[in-house]
């Protein structure tokens, strides 16, 4: 009976809040139970008064753009959950809110309103000019986050998303608790990035690019693979962590710039295999990771001298080009160099 009653409860509370979709999706969730903490709030004080590990599952009513500190939150409720504990949020996404705003005006002002919607919501919580100011006016309320943002974010926070669904122009997630938050302290959010690849002899090296991604994107590599495997070129397929932006920097290397950095500290030679991430990395054959291990990356893979489609072609192509290299270092980086400069100049080979 005191079960019941605890349900009928949150029920009410859910409803009155959001309405009865949303409902339905939590409950399709969670057990709308007493072992579910259900709250609305932006702060991260009702989540830090629970006792640990008293629920299964924490559920927030109030949309992740007006928290002020969204890590922090994440910290917070992670602490609460038990290893495979359920964590339901939402959040108005750029997409969302640019659609939902197109609609609501006519043309052209509906594009005038939403260019200085997304100066205020977007740009100005991200220049180090107006961010305290930002922050001081609207403490944190009603910023506009992108879908990899806020995932990526969850996922540094020890969290894996189960479901998304959008639901009154919010996107509303099921996440879990895997592990620890990473309590990242530099997460990649300026301009100028530096990503983990792994180097020669295994060692971790930090390589610089301009960013193409959204924030806290680099944390979401294996779930895009997972969702949508790779394409032709080895690239990842349909990958929505790439900003429009973005897409331009990559299409003309423009993004691959900062890695001359790299290449007068020591961790690239100008031909070679290109530097990889740990996951992306762990999808070679252990024979060819330890080949990989031989030899410095490359700002100039062997990739663009032999355009391969497949992993496996990029695998071979790869194989190729250090067994070569171990026998003749200067010989073949010379005649991959012509290779690629060929394909890229006469054949306009381009980054995808």
Not at 188 to 210: C, D, M
Not at 330 to 341: N, S
Request: aromatic residues 14%; contains cysteine; proline residues 5%.
């Amino acid at each position: 009976m005191t079960n019941n009653i605890v349900i009928n409860s949150n029920k009410e509370l859910i409803i009155s809040q959001v309405g009865n979709e949303v409902f339905e999706f939590i409950n399709q969730n969670v057990d709308v139970s007493d072992k579910t903490f259900i709250t609305s709030t932006n702060t991260r004080f009702n989540i830090d008064s629970l006792d640990d590990g008293v629920y299964d599952a924490i559920v927030n009513l109030k949309r992740v753009n007006d928290f002020r500190w969204i890590n922090k939150y994440f910290e917070s409720v992670n602490k609460k959950l038990p290893i495979g504990g359920l964590f339901i949020d939402s959040v108005e996404t750029y997409a969302v809110r640019k659609n939902r705003l197109l609609k609501k005006f006519p043309k052209p002002f509906n594009y005038i309103y939403y260019f200085f919607d997304a100066t205020i919501t977007r740009v100005s919580p991200k220049i180090k000019l107006t961010q305290n100011l930002y922050f001081f006016l609207t403490k944190g309320k009603g910023r506009v986050i992108s879908r990899p943002e806020v995932l990526g974010r969850l996922y540094s926070c020890g969290f894996e998303i189960v479901k998304e669904e959008v639901i009154n122009n919010k996107l509303y997630f099921v996440s879990r608790k895997i592990a620890e938050p990473s309590f990242n302290l530099q997460p990649t959010y300026g301009l100028l990035i530096k990503l983990n690849r792994v180097g020669k002899g295994g060692k971790a090296i930090k390589v610089y690019k301009f960013r193409t991604m959204h924030p806290y994107a680099e944390y979401l590599q294996q779930y895009v693979f997972e969702k949508n495997n790779l394409r032709e070129g080895g690239k990842l397929n349909d990958d929505f962590r790439i900003s429009t932006p973005g897409k331009i920097l990559r299409k003309y290397w423009i993004d691959e710039l900062p890695m001359i950095i790299n290449l007068f500290k020591g961790d690239l030679k100008i031909i070679g295999v290109r530097p990889l991430s740990p996951h992306y990395l762990s999808l070679y054959t252990s024979e060819i990771q330890e080949l990989r291990k031989t030899i410095k990356p490359g700002l100039l893979p062997p990739f663009y001298a032999d355009m391969p489609k497949t992993l496996e072609e990029i695998m071979n192509s790869e194989k190729t080009y250090i067994n070569k290299y171990n026998k003749n270092p200067l010989k073949t980086d010379i005649e991959y160099f012509f290779k690629v400069f060929y394909n890229i100049v006469v054949k306009k080979a381009r980054s995808n």
